[in-house]
C-alpha cells in the first residue's frame, strides 16, 4: 500500500498485515492455454504479521480469483473483436 506520493504505508485494513509482501508469477503455456500462479511472501514480517497474513489466504483467493475472471472475459472480449476485424 502506498499514500499519494508512492510512499510505502500500513494497509489500511489492519496494522499487523506486512508492509512488504514479494509476490511471484508464474506464467506457463500448455495446448494453447496459459495458466497463471500467484504466489507471495511476507518479507521482513514479524510472526504477528505472518499469521495475519496467512489469516487473509482465503479472502486474497477470492480477490484474485474475481481480478482473474475480469480479465480473462476481456481478453475473450479484445480477441472475438480483433477476429471479427480480420472478418
Excluded: R
Aim: proline residues 6%; hydrophobic residues 30%.
Amino acid at each position: 500500500f502506498a499514500d499519494e506520493t508512492g510512499n510505502s504505508i500500513p494497509a489500511p485494513f489492519s496494522p499487523d498485515f506486512p508492509q512488504h509482501i514479494l509476490n511471484m508469477w508464474t506464467f506457463e503455456e500448455e495446448n494453447g492455454k496459459t495458466t497463471i500462479t500467484l504466489k507471495g511472501y511476507p518479507v521482513d514480517a514479524t510472526e504477528a504479521q505472518v499469521k495475519s497474513y496467512e489469516g487473509m489466504h482465503s479472502s486474497m483467493q477470492q480477490g484474485f480469483a474475481g481480478t482473474f475472471e475480469k480479465l480473462e472475459t476481456y481478453l475473450k472480449k479484445i480477441d472475438s473483436q480483433y477476429l471479427k476485424s480480420k472478418n
